[in-house]
């Protein structure tokens, strides 16, 4: 006994220098670097690297939007040194943001943190040469329990992607740019809460539209287009999970090609499970292919159509009669697949959808 016991404290691993640090040196040294790998190198470095506001600067420094608009808004407040915005270079954010969305604590409700975060810093930087009435001064004193009522709407499982009309427009006076003191123009401060973009227009005397002005998004992934991670791209298919694709679907691809290998494997399973409400949720989703610059619809091809009349219902089909209402324009040239769609629709609804088209 005496024997083991001596043998097992002899292959004890020794600890190597930096898991001896203090935890804050760590996390420094971790911050200087922003190297992934170092969380993984041993669960003590793991530990000491798992913290809400590390999570934080790191969503921050990967995600705020990189334009002009932005220098303003970068304080040491926002996002400390030795975190260096600037010092990323357009692939190194792009490889830090898919590092980021890869892992297990980029969940919805940090991301939806983040934002939130980042729009009252937006504000409260604004408000420094905007002057706002009493009234619109209190809804923006408000600015996190809206910001909860909406995203909460948007994240429900049937909920649109996406608002086209801003949550929260308010006129206000902005500082003159042409040098004088105490003279104003009219803008617009307009918010939408679940994509996390705010833009700031000004009006302009003659012209019947507000001219764009500053443009501030968070999480911004547009121009980056990083990968859509593996975690959001399966079952089970919670609200959570739906709602998270849909933040980040028209930034983050999911398809290399045309070939569109996993939208395709994706919406294929869904129909084989009989998951109507995700089927309908992904139908609403814009999406992003690798090698294109535009977000297209959620692809619907050949074999979803007779996979949905294969696991078809014979009659009153919930599948077949989304697919007719709203997709008829992608159903394939293929005179058969036609008529079996239409056969496996209501009867009474073909004499509305004939007569209608």
């Known amino acids: 006994m005496c024997e ?19 935890v804050e040196i760590i996390q420094i040294i971790f911050l200087h670097c922003v190297e992934f790998n170092l969380p993984r190198a041993s669960i003590h470095i793991a530990r000491a690297l798992s913290d809400p506001v590390i999570y934080t600067w790191l969503i921050r420094l990967a995600f705020t939007i990189d334009n002009h608009e932005s220098r303003g808004i970068l304080t040491l407040e926002y996002l400390p040194p030795p975190l260096d915005f600037y010092g990323l270079s357009k692939q190194e954010r792009t490889g830090l943001q898919s590092a980021i969305l890869g892992t297990r604590w980029c969940t919805l409700p940090l991301v939806r943190k983040c934002q939130v975060e980042y729009i009252k810093h937006v504000i409260a930087i604004q408000c420094t040469r905007l002057k706002f009435s009493s009234e619109d001064k209190n809804k923006l004193s408000n600015l996190e329990q809206r910001f909860e009522e909406s995203t909460r709407i948007m994240d429900a499982q049937d909920a649109p992607s996406e ?10 006076m902005c500082k003159s740019i042409n040098g004088i003191p105490d003279t104003y123009g009219s803008c617009v401060l307009s918010i939408w809460f679940n994509s996390g973009l705010v833009v700031l227009n000004r009006l302009v005397d003659g ?3 507000p001219v764009s002005e500053e443009e ?3 999480p911004a992934c547009v121009s980056t287009m990083p990968r859509m991670p593996e975690k959001l ?4 298919w ?10 980040l679907a028209e930034g983050a691809y999911i398809d290399e090609d045309e070939n569109f290998e996993c939208s395709r494997r994706i919406l294929r399973q869904v129909i084989r499970d009989r998951d109507l409400g995700t089927f309908q949720r992904l139908l609403g989703l814009c999406i992003r292919l690798k090698c294109y610059n535009y977000s297209r619809d959620w692809p619907l091809l050949p074999c979803h159509f007779r996979a949905a009349i294969k696991y078809a219902d014979e009659r009153d089909d919930p599948f077949i009669k989304l697919l007719v209402e709203k997709r008829w324009c992608d159903v394939p040239e293929d005179i058969h697949l036609k008529d079996e769609l239409l056969r496996r629709y209501n009867a009474a609804e073909v004499d509305k959808w004939i007569h209608k088209h």
Do not use: G, H, Q
Not at 238 to 247: G, I, N
């Open 163 to 172: 608002n086209l009309v801003e949550d929260l427009k308010i006129l206000a």
């Open 233 to 236: 791209l399966c079952p089970p």
């Open 238 to 247: 919670t609200p959570d999970k739906l709602s998270f694709l849909a933040l």
């Open 207 to 209: 012209l019947s539209f």
């Open 4 to 22: 083991k016991i001596v043998l097992n404290m002899s292959e004890k691993r020794v600890p190597a220098r930096i898991e001896c640090l203090p």
């Open 216 to 218: 501030y998004r968070f």
